[in-house]
């Protein structure tokens, strides 16, 4: 149902019934409206429809709501859902829910007007329908013309009331703006010199290209479109544990920018990139917080509501980002202003249904090679082992072993036939037995324990913690305390049944592989087997291990004497391959997404996943377009089509919510300032006109986000100063019309990344996983923040490994997004805990200092120049008098730093101009 | 005049605008002119306006408030409600039978048999309510109390739950309570935030800053975070930094920012920022001094239990529970107290699984005369007259033990949270979870009506509180939310 109440003004126009059949004639106007006006229209009239049903307009009321249709059907009651509530047949939903029911006149009434033919007058309704697809956003661009300009969009609708651009800012301002702009860093002092003198025709379009050209250019944009899809490193909710993989996604949207990618290709890609060769890109369907598996109930409620909504993350996604559409509202009723109903909702979901949360190979050539390069180095990974354990004494041999390691320990027997593997636990060194890992090695060297392999734990009674301490995993191949197994009590056991019968002749067994733990480590165990037979024996004890450090490091002390040279040279290859190796895994996964057949997809009621009505198969958005595929398509050609469709030059908002997005980068506001919303509920654009020239030239262009760059960065509207002037003020405070360029304050990136620039200090590395912002990545530990940062914690801040909802504890506060819901655009609060955090953290005095330490060493003692030389490079400038001897009063005293914490803390630093 | 408009919705702006315009006379007519051919008219009302000189400045509610603040007492983890307000003497008759047609499988796995609350009850004051011995000083309250034993949550997982009862949604990134309060009503004290959280001993709660995050409203309105352990951040310079030096640096600042506004004039942004160190520079003087416990007398922390030398952690608490005390007394709008901290296997919050008796044994020790003395000192300053104070917890925990242990899994669907002080009638148990409480069943009540309560009690309607954010006009109670008349005095 796509209407939309606008008006009353219809009048009522009575409708006489002219036959006199046998049973009385029922008149709607006169029969039947009071009796849905007493007791239906609180809930489905004019004010509130709820479940999508409205019974005071003809079309609505005949259609019925959201679940229940056709609502009337004309001469067929017992058809008509409207009887079946008023009667009662389903006792669940009887309507009205409250209060005295209708009395069997008045459904009689009812049932005998329908089944004389529902006969509701022309002009009866008192209010008309309006239709929602009637929406500016919804139309065609407007026919483009290629002679008009910016300027000439923006200086016609001053003059339309009144008002004119400001002159030009001069040289310097409109340098550092674009750089700030552009690349988030503030020009350094040789080039404010160079472009002052460049007094050629083409000064300014050299900075533009020079900038663009740039690789730091993709750094700062990336950003915008980061806040967009709310990019973080790690899953949030409770655990908010690192999903390392995610920045493969982060530097491709980077790349995106740099290499100009047509925006087109860039949604393409986003959506299906595993099918055009850019695996990275559909990190994008997975940007969401998600609960992990262990978060979730082990009840099928609880499983179905978590894949729900991780769907419904993908479709929030999707239809802000591209189309600025908040498809997500319908997921469990018709969207309340939009022309959206929840089947839309469900069909787009549909075209997602194959996508789960996790990691994906990125295929490319390289990545080929590097898999076989892994694959070599888990094969020398396993020889090493096998030969280390080689050295390591047998047990019970008579040869006393090394004592027990809360790290590792390796039991090396004879070969011996083994169905089931039992370890023991007499005594701990404190607590409860904890195992992390139980590995059974056959004599070729395979790890023959995992429950990969069909092997089956039990134990004597485990302590269960989700997430933490589970039986299973004891057997599944990861390690430390976070995957471990913990007895119920003191002493106890934990068996391995494999799915059939091997030789083995080693076991290797940790409380913590990780080396955080040595708690709760064994310290008095046996460890049996048994055969296909069931005849037990001991393999192992604890008998002939000496007593020691439980914090000694795995086996290096653990050779016999005679092989302890040889043991040494392999375990130092085993921890270079390691490192190796962790590096390849690290770069061949994305968090992209995981295809698989596609679910059926049903239409919930009111979004209940226990509820589930008709299946849905996977459709655009009705109000805008009618492609559809058959139910049983396959999962990708479902990505790729609804890809086609968003990046169609024919749809009438991908290409109006992309230019929007670019202008708001540059002026601080779009011309649709809601950039995420281009619906009712949204703001109307400022300049259609011009919003929708620019989409146009931006197809024309093929796509291209530099073009439209260069296109507003070399206008006079950009190029205006921002000086206010009184008068425009009075008219349109906001600047929407843009009588003076709209100056603001750096947000929390470009404002890290230009101080440490200033101080000489920003290291430029590119790409790659995140640094850290915190000492450790949550956990018991939490999220302590580093104070002093060093190396790599000096990139860029868009290289930051990004905590879900855990804000920076310096620029957090500068409203920097938390990743939680999409930021269409950033706030610009001022708040004291900004300037705390500006003017206390050790952050800034430490730039402070740097930046000090700089000056010192270019210009030596000479207190003059080094001042100048801190403006030089903060601001761009010299310092005027008045403000040379400010400063030089307090820097005789306090030196150089203190004059720049001030600087780094000041307006003119904060802002772009 | 100095707009702020990137705090307000669309709709707000416009009213902004409007505002605006017409007390500037002169541009009256063209800017109606100018409104139209913005195409701005229609769109409802609903922003406010926030001065960002004073963000903090009081702002009027919707209609006249019974509270003026808030204390929330957070338990986080989950409380059973077994174990301490809702009294099931048929649960003891079935201890040990398993539960007909129960589920098979609770959250964490394979349902166990019926377990009796695994402390006695006891009737307490003039209404006889049965409260439980786990927390014999906070049972003394009772007759203040104001139980609603019917509240239901959306989710069965803490943190999504914890976010819910925190935002009214179960997803990351919404707008916290205490934002949304401070958003509307600002504060009575301009030299302290708004809104604090005063964070466990032991650590953060599972949703973590979500609980007092500002979701997409102004930053102004995220909780500022301290505890008595645990100091603001970035109060003071770290070391190496004179005073000398930093009042220098300080007004060094102050000089080139205004030499700086000379250059602009009329910049309300630039102004803004200036104004934001003067506020930063009080709360510097006067967050320390109200962390500051020392001139607390000897028999208030004793009454607190804030010297309580065999357990640091109860002292610690209690010392939480002072300061928030002494943030209601200097008018902080909103004070978040929490009592429990992460995911531990139930060993540093009240997430009972596995051995539940022994570990609330400990949690109840820390919580229960801390919290307590909390809500007497309240009520002998006469505060709880313009405070609202509010016990809650994410969910309630199912009557049967989970198999193979002895602990009770994790239940949305019938717990208890409860309401004393400013508004409130006092003695009233309203609703009901059936014999075994394992669900609500009478006057149920999801966590969005409780929330909507709360804000009434504040003199806000809850369905006029909103904010606009990517396409909707968002609500702390979204598309839902009754007020409980029954609770309110």
């Given at each position: ?862 207190i003059i120049a080094q001042i100048r030389s801190v403006y030089q490079l903060a601001y761009g400038r010299d310092p005027q008098p008045t403000e040379l001897a400010d400063a030089a009063?307090?820097v ?7 004059l720049?914490?001030?600087i780094?803390?000041s307006?003119e ?5 | ?255 080139m920012?205004?030499r700086h ?229």
């Amino acid at each position: 149902m796509h209407r939309h109440l606008v008006t009353n003004a219809i009048s009522i126009c009575l409708a006489v019934a002219g036959s006199t059949a046998a049973a009385a004639p029922v008149d709607f106007v006169r029969d039947v409206r009071p009796i849905f006006e007493a007791n239906c229209y609180d809930c489905h009239g004019a004010e509130k429809q709820k479940s999508g049903l409205r019974l005071d307009v003809r079309e609505a009321a005949f259609e019925g709501g959201e679940y229940h249709r056709p609502n009337i059907v004309p001469k067929d009651a017992d058809s008509s859902k409207l009887l079946h509530f008023v009667r009662g047949d389903d006792e669940e939903i009887r309507m009205p829910p409250k209060g005295a029911r209708l009395s069997a006149a008045e459904i009689a009434t009812l049932s005998d007007w329908i089944n004389q033919g529902a006969d509701w007058p022309e002009g009866a309704d008192r209010v008309r329908l309006e239709d929602r697809r009637d929406h500016w956003s919804f139309k065609p661009l407007a026919v483009h013309d290629e002679t008009a300009s910016i300027d000439e969009f923006i200086g016609g609708k001053l003059a339309a009331v009144g008002l004119k651009m400001s002159p030009p800012a001069d040289r310097r301002t409109w340098l550092r703006r674009v750089y700030l702009d552009l690349i988030g860093l503030p020009p350094r002092p040789e080039e404010v010199t160079a472009f002052l003198g460049d007094d050629s025709d083409r000064a300014y379009e050299k900075v533009v290209e020079d900038l663009l050209a740039s690789p730091r250019y993709g750094e700062r944009w990336a950003q915008h479109w980061l806040d967009v899809v709310r990019y973080a490193d790690t899953h949030g909710f409770e655990v908010n544990t690192p999903r390392p993989n995610a920045w493969p996604y982060r530097d491709y949207v980077i790349e995106a920018f740099n290499s100009d990618t047509p925006f087109d290709q860039f949604i393409r890609e986003q959506l299906a990139g595993d099918q055009l060769g850019k695996d990275p890109a559909t990190g994008f369907l997975v940007t969401a917080a998600r609960l992990l598996p262990g978060q979730i109930g082990k009840d099928a409620p609880s499983m179905r509501l978590a894949r729900q909504d991780e769907l419904g993350e993908i479709v929030i996604n999707t239809s802000e980002a591209f189309l600025g559409l908040s498809v997500g509202c319908a997921r469990c009723h018709n969207h309340k202003f939009d022309a959206i109903s929840a089947k839309d909702y469900y069909a787009m979901q549909a075209f997602f249904s194959g996508v789960s949360y996790g990691d994906r190979r990125i295929d490319s050539p390289e990545a080929e090679a590097q898999r076989r390069e892994l694959e070599a180095f888990q094969d020398r990974l396993r020889e090493i082992d096998r030969s280390v354990a080689g050295f390591v004494p047998l047990a019970g041999s008579g040869v006393s072993r090394p004592s027990v390691s809360a790290r590792l320990n390796v039991e090396r027997f004879a070969p011996v036939k083994a169905r089931k593997v039992r370890f023991t636990i007499n005594k701990t060194n404190l607590y409860e037995p904890c195992l992390d890992e139980l590995e059974v090695f056959d004599t070729s060297g395979k790890n023959v324990a995992l429950a990969s392999l069909g092997t089956v734990p039990t134990a004597s009674g485990s302590n269960v913690e989700a997430n933490r301490h589970q039986l299973e995993f004891v057997n599944d191949g990861e390690f430390g305390n976070s995957r471990s197994w913990m007895c119920s009590t003191g002493e106890g056991w934990v068996m391995l049944e494999f799915s059939s019968e091997f030789t083995i002749d080693r076991i290797v067994w940790g409380r913590d592989r990780q080396g955080e733990f040595s708690d709760r480590l064994a310290t008095d165990y046996l460890i049996e087997i048994a055969d296909g037979s069931g005849n037990w024996q001991r393999v192992a004890d604890s008998t002939d291990r000496i007593k020691g450090d439980p914090k000694a490091p795995e086996a290096s002390t653990a050779f016999a004497p005679e092989h302890q040279q040889e043991g040494e040279a392999l375990l130092a290859e085993k921890r270079r391959i390691e490192a190796r190796v962790a590096g390849l895994e690290a770069v061949q996964m994305v968090f992209g997404g995981a295809f698989g057949k596609p679910e059926p997809t049903h239409l919930l009621n009111r979004g209940d996943a226990e509820q589930p009505k008709e299946e849905v198969a996977p459709a655009v958005l009705s109000a805008l377009g009618d492609l559809a595929l058959p139910i049983d398509a396959q999962e990708h050609e479902r990505r790729l089509a609804l890809a086609d469709w968003i990046a169609d030059s024919e749809n009438p908002l991908t290409a109006r919510v992309a230019v929007n997005r670019i202008w708001q980068g540059h002026f601080g506001i779009g011309l649709v300032e809601t950039a995420n919303d281009f619906g009712r509920v949204g703001a109307p654009p400022s300049h259609p006109r011009l919003l929708d020239w620019l989409a146009a030239e931006f197809i024309r262009s093929g796509w291209s986000v530099k073009h439209l760059h260069r296109l507003i960065l070399l206008s006079q509207t950009y190029r205006q100063a921002a000086d206010i002037v009184p008068e425009a003020q009075a008219k349109d405070a906001d600047v929407r019309l843009l009588w003076r360029f709209p100056s603001r304050r750096l947000e929390a990136e470009p404002l890290r990344d230009s101080i440490l620039a200033v101080s000489g200090q920003l290291n430029l590395e590119a790409g790659g996983p995140g640094f850290d912002l915190f000492k450790s990545r949550g956990g018991l530990n939490g999220f302590p923040p580093v104070e002093a940062f060093t190396g790599a914690g000096l990139r860029r801040m868009v290289y930051a490994h990004k905590i879900r909802m855990e804000p920076d504890a310096v620029f957090g506060a500068f409203d920097c997004p938390d990743a939680g819901q999409s930021v269409s655009r950033r706030r610009q609060s001022t708040t004291p805990t900004q300037a705390l955090n500006l003017f206390n953290s050790r952050f800034v005095i430490d730039r402070s200092r740097a930046l000090a330490e700089r000056v010192e060493e270019s210009e030596g003692e000479d207190i003059i120049a080094q001042i100048r030389s801190v403006y030089q490079l903060a601001y761009g400038r010299d310092p005027q008098p008045t403000e040379l001897a400010d400063a030089a009063s307090v820097v005789r005293e306090f030196g150089i730093a203190t004059l720049s914490r001030a600087i780094f803390n000041s307006n003119e630093f904060l802002f772009i101009p | 005049m100095i707009h702020q408009a990137e705090y307000l919705s669309p709709s707000g702006r416009q009213l902004l605008d409007r505002r605006g315009f017409l007390t500037s006379s002169a541009s009256a007519l063209s800017s109606i002119a100018l409104a139209s051919l913005l195409g701005r008219e229609g769109l409802l009302a609903s922003g406010l306006q926030i001065d960002p000189a004073r963000p903090y400045a009081p702002r009027a509610p919707h209609f006249a408030p019974k509270a003026k603040n808030v204390l929330v007492i957070f338990c986080a983890g989950a409380v059973s409600q077994l174990e301490t307000w809702d009294y099931k003497p048929e649960l003891i008759k079935q201890d040990g039978k398993p539960l007909a047609g129960g589920p098979a499988v609770t959250f964490q796995g394979p349902a166990g048999n019926l377990a009796r609350p695994q402390y006695g009850f006891r009737p307490q004051g003039e209404t006889g309510k049965m409260v439980s011995d786990m927390i014999p000083h906070l049972a003394g309250l009772t007759d203040d109390i104001a139980f609603v034993h019917s509240l239901t949550s959306k989710s069965n997982t803490h943190g999504p739950a914890e976010n819910f009862l925190s935002t009214g949604f179960v997803q990351d990134g919404f707008p916290s309570m205490g934002g949304w309060v401070s958003y509307a009503l600002g504060s009575e004290n301009q030299d302290l935030p708004a809104f604090v959280s005063i964070p466990d001993p032991r650590g953060v709660p599972q949703a973590s800053v979500n609980n007092w995050g500002p979701g997409f409203l102004p930053a102004e309105f995220q909780g500022t975070t301290f505890s008595a352990s645990k100091p603001l951040r970035h109060l003071a310079p770290p070391n190496g930094i004179g005073d000398a030096e930093d009042r220098a640096a300080r007004s060094l600042l102050q000089r080139m920012n205004a030499r700086h506004l000379e250059g602009h004039p009329g910049d309300g942004k630039l102004a803004a920022r200036i104004a934001s160190y003067e506020l930063a520079a009080r709360m510097q003087l006067s967050v320390p001094e109200i962390g500051d416990l020392s001139t607390e007398p000897a028999h208030v922390l004793k009454s607190y239990g804030a010297d309580d030398p065999g357990n640091a952690t109860k002292a610690g608490f209690a010392k939480n529970c002072i300061l928030a005390r002494r943030l209601i007394e200097s008018g902080v709008r909103f004070v978040q107290l929490f009592n429990g901290a992460y995911a531990s296997g139930g060993k540093l919050n009240w997430d009972g699984h596995n051995d539940l008796k022994n570990q609330y044994d400990v949690h109840a020790e820390i919580l229960d005369q801390p919290s307590a003395a909390l809500i007497r000192d309240l009520r002998d300053r006469g505060l709880l007259e313009e405070t609202l104070v509010v016990w809650c917890t994410e969910f309630g925990r199912m009557p049967m033990f989970q198999k193979g242990s002895r602990g009770r899994d994790h239940n949305p669907d019938g717990f208890t949270c409860w309401m004393t002080g400013a508004g409130i009638k006092p003695g009233v148990s309203h609703g009901v979870t059936d014999d075994l409480g394992r669900e609500a069943v009478q006057d149920i009540h999801p966590l969005y009506d409780f929330n909507a309560t709360i804000l009434h009690l504040l003199g806000l309607d809850h369905e006029r509180l909103t904010f606009y954010h990517n396409g909707i006009e968002r609500r702390l109670t979204n598309v839902e939310g009754h007020v409980i008349k029954e609770v309110l005095a």
